[in-house]
């Protein structure tokens, strides 16, 4: 009987480094099965490849649907070396050392617009997933690829497989991978049976970026995961430091809450928002970038100090200068110009990041004992027709403005949460307390802290006021106009309230609460 030789089957959808790992593989002595596209790419290559179909002696059928559903696959990939060798020479079942298999983009297929039920059903892949489980099921005998990424370490240990503990590793992967395709595909399937509703089972395909040096106390293990749905390097979690020492839990949860605030605000105009324990300290819209975060920073310097600052247009050479002048953890911006990194750098600590803007329709997922809860995401309404007047006066251009600016930040605060603005920046911010006229004296008296005149600016509220408290504490110190969304049973003495101190009031009928 000949020696066997050492067979890889490919058959993969994504064909990067496919080609290269081939050719390693045929320079080694393997031999290789292949499948549709992926053996027409190897044979283009002038590489020697036996179709599944000829190895099998049954054809592709019914247009790529069935074609590596067979016992001799199968059996290749989960005969057990030493146990079922006599099986497989009864059958015809030559052994498979190597899979590499990535699957059908069902995700990317059904995120494009206009993608059709029968168009997305021809992404659900069945063969794929069959021999990822049964190769990582046997990864004792055999390796298995499902991601790109790893082949160069295979190659690298040719003619030979990797150690059993680094194909246990890899089997763990390619687990992970059909555990996280067959989510993508339940989530979708039930979406299309009620749109409107929350998914039955819900399926989080988490890979971890990194290990941080802790959560947000020094006892805590933590880790930076990524949703494998999307575009790695999207959003702040595919975000990598220009420069700066490791992130941490912390600088992350303010990072994202700086970079999801400065996004609420007007895009129209540069703005910068300062971060502080996950609740801004100071937010502005500027003529300038610089101008932004002058008028950001004059709201509460003493919280800014260690602060993340997040800003929606690219960093100059005039605003990094200004920001070398006080301590930062973290700066967030669409990008940096040569000019200010060169000027940054000097700031070995600091932290650059640039981040892709991206519009995240992620559920909103927290842990509580023995489960979790879940949310759609708050998105704000863009739509401000459904917005009412309820005072008798009327606000007046500039207040509408500072109103309009009041109301995008009052969304990232910490409920119960009050902001004071003038000239579209904030004067005073109240948060996190448990009744919403403390909320209010606490932002009044950071105004005072900070030498800010609340007199002729506005406020805004998160959620109703259930009593005209915060209202005659905004009266008392001269606040003009104020925002909130309404629907307390006392709405009528609030509305009473501003009309005794000829205040406007605008109801937005939405609340926006942020536990």
Known sequence: ??????????????????????????SAGWRILSTGGTARELQKNALEVTEVSSHTGFPEVMAGRVKTLHPVIHGGLLGRRGIDDSIMVQHGMDAIDLLAVNLYP??????????????????????????????????????VLCDPADYPTLIERLPDLPPVEQRRQLAVKAFAHTSAYDGQISQWLAAGSRPDALPPRLHLPLAQVQTLRYGENPHQLAGLYRDTTRDAEGGLAGARPLQGKALSFNNLLDADAAWRAVGLLNPERPACVIVKHTN????????????????????????????????????????????????????????????????LSRKTNLRLLAPTRSTSDALDVRPIDGGWLVQQPDAPAADESAWTVASRRQPAPGELADLQFAWAVVQSVRSNAIVYARAEATIGIGAGQMSRVDSARIGAWKAAEAKLELAGGVMASDAFFPFADSIETAAERGIRAV?????????????????????AMILTGRRHFRH
Do not use: W
């Not at 009987?1 to 045929?26: E, N, Q, Y």
């Not at 206009?114 to 099921?137: F, H, N, S, Y």
């Open 483 to 503: 925002i909130q969304p309404g629907g307390s049973m006392r709405d009528e003495e609030v509305i009473a309230a501003c009309n005794q101190h000829d205040m």
């Open 1 to 26: 009987m000949s020696p066997h030789r050492p067979t890889a089957l490919l058959s993969v959808s994504d064909k990067t480094g496919i080609v290269d790992l081939a050719r390693a593989l045929v």
């Open 106 to 143: 069902f995700a990317a297929t059904t995120a494009q617009v206009g993608c059709t039920d029968a168009e997305a059903i021809e992404q659900i892949d069945v063969g794929g997933p069959a021999m990822l489980r049964a190769a990582a099921k046997n990864h004792a005998d055999v390796c």
């Open 280 to 343: 801004p300290c100071g937010a502005a819209l500027g003529e300038s970038p610089a101008h932004a975060y002058e008028q950001a920073l004059a709201c509460d310097p003493v919280s800014a100090f260690g602060g993340i600052i997040a800003f929606n247009r690219e960093i100059d050479q005039a605003l990094a200068k200004a920001l070398c002048e006080r301590f930062v953890e973290v700066i967030l911006a669409p990008s940096f110009s040569p000019a200010a990194l060169e000027l």
